[in-house]
């Protein structure tokens, strides 16, 4: 919530300066620029930047007031209910924030005497996505909660401070994660719950500590969205492999989808993979994202001189993946076409509907 004295500045105009008043009968507030000029703004115009660094994550020294309605100290209780912070805070969303990316980092107080300091525990959410998160240490198979709360978008939270002598509490932990949004629609993004065994040796080791965009300082950074898919590797059997290697060599029969008219001016185009192809042994993630990519943009060719065309690419909701790459296509490729979500109603939030110009 935007108060009185807070710094901000403007999201669509060069400037800002300091709330000096705040109108909340016509929902404005009253922004001091540095020649003492009062500039009535919109609430959600601002954002306040009194503890904010040039990557939009806060001052680590000013976290803990930041984040203290959101998230309990490391020995309380989760919350029973989301605060109203979450609630009413305006979300200044990045381009790329859709795409989760999440870090559970170590930063030592003194890196110039790493055999003896201690160390923040930080999460860090580079994401538009509000955090849920649970970080539980396991000893004798029983969990222990080291700290759990929420986290705002695009924001970083020191969980505990860790003592050198308190390592070996630290070497195998559990992190939960579910990420959602307020008020309004987004992309399901699957629930991180993932077995962290820590190398202790590495606090030890001064190349460990590498520097990154979220700190000041050398750390130790842990992608908790690339640990999940290792683990996901991992669980992929021998047998898997060999079956995987033997229907490599099976040619991949394609089928020969018609784009079929949704209407006179409409065509619907079903990317989905199932629906392009009879087999996709052997293909990669990547592979199949280029197929569906390279039929995307064979449609869009057939169809050009149609001026006025409005073609449905069915590409569902997943990971929002294929619906990514779809919309940066149409931004860099196709600037003169136009494109918004198709039909709710019809398609969910699966669908996109290209109108050709």
């Known amino acids: 919530m935007l108060k009185i004295g807070d710094t901000v500045r403007f999201l669509n105009a060069v400037g800002g300066g300091k709330i000096v008043k705040i109108d909340t009968a016509a929902k404005l507030v009253y922004v001091e620029d540095e020649d003492g000029f009062e500039i009535p703004v919109l609430p959600q115009e601002c954002v306040v930047v009194n503890n904010i660094k040039h990557n939009n994550f806060p001052n680590r020294e000013a976290e803990t007031e930041k984040q203290t309605d959101i998230r309990p100290s490391a020995k309380a209780n989760p919350p029973a209910e989301t605060p109203a912070h979450i609630q009413e805070t305006p979300v200044h969303e990045t381009k790329d924030g859709d795409i989760p990316k999440t870090f559970l980092a170590f930063v030592p107080e003194n890196i110039k005497t790493l055999q003896t300091t201690n160390y923040e525990c930080v999460l860090v959410n580079d994401s538009n996505y509000y955090l849920a998160y649970n970080l539980v240490s396991i000893q004798d198979g029983k969990f222990h909660s080291l700290a759990a709360g929420w986290l705002e978008p695009n924001m970083q939270d020191v969980l505990a401070d860790v003592a050198k002598t308190e390592l070996n509490t630290w070497e195998n932990l559990r992190m939960q994660v579910i990420f959602f949004k307020k008020n309004k629609a987004y992309p399901s993004q699957a629930v991180l719950d993932l077995d ?51 229907q490599k060599e099976q040619p991949i029969r394609k089928k020969h989808p018609q784009p079929k008219p949704a209407s006179n001016n409409m065509l619907e185009v079903d990317l989905h993979i199932n629906q392009l192809l009879d087999t996709t042994a052997g293909m990669s993630n990547a592979d199949i994202l280029a197929y569906q990519m390279d039929v995307f943009h064979k449609t869009l060719a057939e169809n050009a001189r149609f001026k006025g065309k409005k073609i449905v690419f069915i590409h569902g909701k997943g990971e929002g993946v294929l619906r990514k790459e779809i919309e940066q296509a149409l931004k860099k490729r196709y600037p003169h076409y136009t494109f918004q979500d198709a039909s709710f109603k019809e398609y969910g939030f699966g669908a996109t509907m290209v109108t050709i110009h």
Do not use: W
Request: proline residues 2%; aromatic residues 10%; contains cysteine.
């Open 196 to 246: 962290l065994k820590l190398d202790l040796v590495k606090f030890y080791k001064l190349h460990c500590f590498t520097e990154s965009d979220y700190f000041d300082e050398p750390a130790m950074l842990i992608d908790l969205q690339s640990r999940r898919n290792d683990m996901r590797m991992e669980q992929i059997s021998g047998a898997e492999i060999r079956e995987a290697m033997i």
